[in-house]
């Protein structure tokens, strides 16, 4: 079918905060409120819980519109101190092939394994990182039919640092030979596993796109065309195409409890705070 240019926008469902776990009702006011199927082009959904997807409200709403793909991100660090109210890789991965099943083609679906983070726990003690886990995660994610992982080393934003000061750990921010030599190991695994591997915002690789209009427009199943025009404010090295973010950090701060997340994370100690529509879900 050729292919024809619309304004129709991509909804991102959102790089700010995990909106399919804890803000399910916020999401689906909106899409039904400003966002029914025939006035979007595509939704482009981020998340650590794809389960959330697979049962309602979302499953029912999400299926109306004509391409939803989806970023699953698996670390290896769910249920830690790091991720601390994020489940644990094994669960989310079983979830992929019925997320797969859902969304309509592996195509639709990627893994990020993202962040790598490196640590140390103690004064002049071993690095740690959740390197490790690449390629079990990896791997696993091919299994399922995913072809695609995306990857970046962890930033090292000044609060972030701060964060990890503030309970006892040293946030690593690897430089020059020792970056270069995780980013090349990060290229090995993901060729061992077979899968496809794109760098989200790493000057020493080439830029990517998480939104990626050329992507989508081959994607949707009646050939309409996305929007190429660069993403306004993101990071340096950044390739993503413009889309709309359905959260925002201020109302919708995220109690997954990431520690190494630059937005506005919630720790288990402090209670969700509503969203515009309502309150974060808590179960």
């Not at 698996?74 to 094994?90: C, M, Q, S, Y």
């Not at 072809?147 to 000061?165: D, W």
Request: proline content about 9%; some cysteine; aromatic content about 6%.
């Amino acid at each position: 079918m050729p292919s024809r240019t619309t304004g129709l926008p991509v909804l991102s469902v959102s790089r700010r905060t995990d909106m399919v776990r804890w803000y399910p009702g916020d999401l689906v006011r909106t899409l039904e409120a400003r966002y029914p199927p025939d006035k979007v082009h595509s939704i482009v959904v981020v998340t650590k819980f794809p389960e959330a997807m697979l049962k309602e409200p979302l499953i029912s709403v999400l299926g109306r519109y004509d391409l939803v793909t989806a970023q699953v991100t698996i670390t290896g660090l769910g249920g830690t101190r790091f991720e601390p109210r994020v489940p644990p890789a094994e669960k989310t991965l079983r979830s992929l092939p019925r997320l797969i099943d859902l969304l309509g083609s592996p195509e639709r679906v990627s893994v990020r394994i993202d962040p790598i983070l490196h640590w140390r726990e103690e004064d002049d003690g071993p690095v740690r990182s959740n390197l490790g886990f690449f390629r079990e995660i990896a791997e696993e994610a091919r299994r399922s039919g995913v072809g695609l992982v995306k990857t970046s080393l962890a930033s090292a934003y000044s609060k972030v640092v701060r964060r990890f000061r503030e309970r006892g750990l040293e946030f690593v921010d690897p430089a020059g030979q020792q970056r270069e030599r995780a980013v090349a190991t990060l290229e090995k695994e993901a060729a061992a596993a077979g899968l496809s591997l794109e760098f989200c915002c790493e000057g020493t690789r080439p830029p990517r796109a998480c939104v990626d209009g050329r992507l989508l427009t081959r994607l949707h199943p009646l050939g309409l065309v996305a929007s190429r025009e660069q993403a306004a404010g993101q990071r340096a090295h950044c390739g993503c195409t413009r889309s709309i973010d359905l959260a925002w950090y201020s109302s919708h701060p995220c109690p997954s409890g990431c520690l190494y997340c630059y937005a506005n994370p919630l720790f288990p100690d402090a209670r969700p705070r509503p969203g515009p529509g309502g309150k974060a879900a808590d179960k």
